[in-house]
């Protein structure tokens, strides 16, 4: 099956730093989407990218599906950014089915 | 309006009991599943229902069966529960064979076998 690799595993910032999470894929896909898990356990729709730009306030995306990767930028990131961030894509020859990355755990400080 | 509903939030209950879990969405979806996330907060596909009809079963132990009564609902009832049931179920929709797939997930279901 597709594999989904995401890094860096952890991130720690401080309130206001920006930061960038990468998602690769191994094989094309129809659907990426992102997602943050808040410290609630609540899955929340980021975006939705199987390729090109995106951009929500100070969230943007980019996927190049070509080389198989996609970006997260998160700038001047406020508590309220931490939890954790998913990457999942699917392709339509699996049934629709996300196969989701091991996520990036990002803490925020004051 | 909530679009994805799952009850119960919280569910608490010893080995060997039969339990089930409910989910509903109101997006107008035709397509429904159940992911499971693990402790080490890996998510994973277990079942997908397109129009009241499966279409994905993953390696689930069949102590695990779906029922959707509707392309609205899809339900989730387990048998015989054990240790390793103890998980985070997702509900999610999404439309099908469109351009833009996007599935949306539930609030989860937090399972705790004792």
């Known amino acids: 099956g597709i594999q989904v690799e995401q890094s860096p595993p952890d991130l720690i910032l401080q309130e206001g730093a920006n930061s960038t999470l990468r998602c690769n894929f191994s094989d094309s896909v129809n659907n990426l989407q992102w997602f943050h898990q808040n410290p609630w356990g609540q899955l929340i729709n980021l975006f939705y990218i199987p390729s090109g730009t995106k951009q929500n306030g100070r969230l943007s995306a980019t996927t190049v599906a070509t080389e198989r990767y996609s970006l997260l930028y998160i700038s001047s990131s406020q508590t309220t950014d931490s939890g954790v961030y998913f990457c999942a894509v699917n392709r339509k020859t699996s049934g629709s089915r996300l196969t989701f990355g091991e996520g990036t755990q990002l803490t925020v400080n004051p | 309006d909530t679009a994805v509903s799952q009850t119960p939030k919280y569910l608490v209950t010893q080995m060997g009991n039969d339990k089930s879990i409910k989910c509903e969405q109101n997006?107008?979806?035709?397509?429904m599943y159940w992911y499971k996330q693990d402790s080490k907060k890996f998510l994973k596909i277990m079942f997908s229902?397109?129009?009241?009809?499966?279409?994905i079963n993953e390696t689930v132990p069949n102590r695990f069966s779906p029922k959707s009564p509707d392309k609205a609902h899809l339900n989730l009832h387990i048998n015989s529960l054990e240790l390793g049931d103890s998980a985070v179920y997702f509900c999610?929709?999404?439309?099908?064979?469109?351009?833009?797939?996007?599935?949306?997930f539930g609030p989860g279901t937090r399972l705790t076998v004792l």
């Open positions: 229902y397109n129009n009241k009809e499966l279409i």
């Open positions: 997006l107008g979806h035709d397509t």
């Open positions: 999610a929709s999404s439309a099908w064979d469109t351009t833009t797939d996007t599935q949306y």
